[in-house]
C-alpha cells in the first residue's frame, strides 16, 4: 500500500483546509486509515481515525466538532476537514493505513499544516 497526502499550507487561525490521501495498491486489504500528526519536539499522535468496515470513526478530543474524517472508496482517498483551526492544529500531518489481515502499517511522507495567529 502506498499513501500519498496533499492539501496541506498556511492558514490563519479560524480558517479551514482539507487533506487528502491518495491510496493505492493493495487497497482492498486496508482495514483503516486514519489521521496522525507531530508537532516539533512532540510525539506523533492520532487525529482521527475510520474502520473500514461500517466506517466508524473516532477522534482525539482537541479536534472533536472541528474536524471530519471521511473515506471515498471508489476514488481510494482519505480526507481530513479541518475547519476552525488553531496555532496548536500546526504539524505534519501523516496518513496511516493499517491491513489486520498481514499485520501491515503504512505511512504516508506527511503534509505541513501551519496556523498562524
Known amino acids: 500500500v502506498q499513501l500519498v497526502e496533499s492539501g496541506g499550507g498556511l492558514v490563519q487561525a479560524g480558517g479551514s483546509l482539507r487533506l487528502s490521501c491518495a491510496a493505492s495498491?493493495?487497497?482492498?486489504?486496508?482495514?483503516?486509515m486514519g489521521w496522525y500528526r507531530q508537532a516539533p519536539g512532540k510525539q506523533r499522535e492520532l487525529v482521527a481515525r475510520?474502520?473500514?468496515?461500517?466506517?466508524?470513526?473516532n477522534y482525539a478530543d482537541s479536534v472533536k466538532g472541528r474536524f471530519t474524517i471521511s473515506r471515498d472508496n471508489n476514488k481510494k482517498t482519505l480526507y481530513l476537514q479541518m475547519n476552525s483551526l488553531k496555532p496548536e492544529d500546526t504539524a505534519i500531518y501523516y496518513c496511516?493505513?493499517?491491513?489486520?489481515?498481514?499485520?501491515?502499517?503504512?505511512w504516508g511522507q506527511g503534509t505541513q499544516v501551519t496556523v498562524s495567529s
Open positions: 496511516n493505513a493499517d491491513c489486520y489481515l498481514w499485520g501491515g502499517d503504512y
Open positions: 495498491g493493495s487497497t482492498s486489504s486496508i482495514s483503516a
Open positions: 475510520i474502520i473500514s468496515d461500517g466506517g466508524r470513526t
